[in-house]
């Protein structure tokens, strides 16, 4: 009986699209559009969340300590910091690599051998997680041997406000592709009804349930939604695969989701695609469903 069942939605529904050949191709493509947009929309979230994630994670404190303090203390203090929980790495940096690296980033560094050497030794501090910055960084200002943090949690804050707001809006802007596609998935198969009505009405009269009668419907919009986000992911994919080879090259400064991703990235956009397609559908149908009562068991 279920086989029965199977073998006359999957005829019904392959019947309709080869029916309305036309209609189907429009919409398939109309959806592959909207599609292709809600997955570059996505992709492009996603390789923001992973460049925040990378830049949060290199962020450093900065900790200088007092010219009184000896080298030998000073190195046993970062050998300390380097052991609390929430530390990945404490670097020791005596105040001569300070001065090189200071000589490097100002052009008119030979102004600087007139006066010595100013700096004092300091210490570079990374945090496992970025939310631990200002904890680490009022840790290290209590320390008397410290005499004073450059603190960069302003900046971590404002990167996070940053990677929220772009989250919000492209959640908004990937809530109304979805509706789009599917109001193009549900006017479609409005269409459909409209044109097998009587048909749909004689099924009815012989016994077929309300899910039986809507089955080939839904099926018919996962299809448009499969193949539409198929199309998208065909032409989105090479793309990003190509755009993050030349970001892999020098100077580096922008990274993008690995291939390897890729993958996951397309099963999710076919997914969706028919998920959006069959709530197309879904809607058409218990409309015409509510309006016309003689279709009702």
């Not at 380097?82 to 030979?110: C, I, N, Y």
């Not at 996070?160 to 809006?169: G, P």
């Not at 269409?191 to 099926?219: K, N």
């Not at 939604?225 to 998208?232: F, I, N």
Request: one cysteine or more; charged letters at 20%.
């Amino acid at each position: 009986m279920i086989w029965n069942i199977l073998d006359f939605i999957l005829h019904e529904t392959l019947l309709q699209l080869r029916r309305e050949r036309l209609i189907a191709i429009a919409t398939i493509s109309t959806v592959a559009v909207l599609m292709m947009l809600l997955g570059a929309i996505l992709l492009f979230l996603f390789d923001v969340n992973l460049n925040t994630n990378r830049i949060l994670g290199e962020m450093e404190i900065w900790a200088c300590f007092d010219e009184g303090v000896p080298r030998e203390q000073a190195e046993a203090e970062v050998e300390k910091v380097g052991k609390w929980p929430s530390v990945r790495s404490a670097r020791f940096v005596p105040k001569e690599e300070g001065m090189k690296w200071l000589r490097t980033q100002l052009p008119s560094s030979e102004a600087l051998k007139a006066i010595g050497n100013p700096l004092p030794d300091g210490v570079r501090v990374r945090v496992k997680d970025p939310k631990e910055l200002a904890p680490v960084a009022q840790r290290l200002e209590r320390l008397d041997a410290i005499a004073s943090v450059v603190r960069s949690d302003d900046v971590f804050h404002r990167a996070v406000r940053l990677k929220r707001a772009i989250t919000w809006v492209t959640a908004i802007v990937c809530l109304l592709v979805a509706v789009a596609g599917a109001f193009i998935v549900h006017n479609t198969i409005r269409l459909s009804l409209h044109a097998r009505w009587r048909e749909i009405y004689i099924m009815q009269l012989v016994g077929a349930t309300r899910a039986t009668t809507a089955a080939p419907f839904l099926l018919e919009g996962a299809v448009h939604g499969l193949l539409g986000a198929a199309l998208a992911a065909c032409v989105l994919i090479p793309i990003h695969m190509y755009l993050a080879s030349i970001a892999a090259g020098p100077p580096g400064v922008v990274v993008l989701a690995p291939d390897e991703t890729m993958i996951r990235f397309a099963a999710a956009l076919l997914v969706s695609g028919a998920v959006l397609g069959m709530v197309g559908a879904g809607l058409s149908i218990r409309r015409h469903l509510r309006h016309r009562r003689e279709w009702q068991p």
